[in-house]
């Protein structure tokens, strides 16, 4: 990820998730697993999806980007995609 990118948005791909949870513990108060096993995020006023959402709606909008650079990365089929202000993506690459 390159340095000067801040990450904005958030979007798991339910398509891609398997449930390993990995990264609710790499990104604590960011994501749980939902009733068909699969990774949403949690948002301010106790919603929870797939998004896409921004960094800013996280229940946890104080979690740091090296976090949820870490969350991504943590997760064994990528499902976890980051994007920065500009809409480009930045994880995975």
Not at 2 to 11: E, L, P, Q, V
Not at 17 to 41: P, Q, R, T
Not at 66 to 81: E, G, Y
């Amino acid at each position: 990820m390159d340095g000067d990118k801040k990450i904005a948005k958030i979007t798991v791909d339910r398509n891609l998730c398997i449930g390993a949870a990995s990264c609710l513990s790499a990104a604590a108060g960011v994501y749980e697993l939902d009733e068909e096993n699969k990774a949403v995020m949690l948002l301010k006023g106790g919603e929870k999806n797939s998004g896409p959402a921004e960094k800013g709606n996280l229940e946890n909008d104080g979690i740091g980007d090296a976090d949820l650079l870490a969350s991504a990365q943590s997760c064994p089929t990528m499902a976890i995609i980051l994007g920065d202000e500009q809409g480009n993506q930045i994880y995975p690459e």
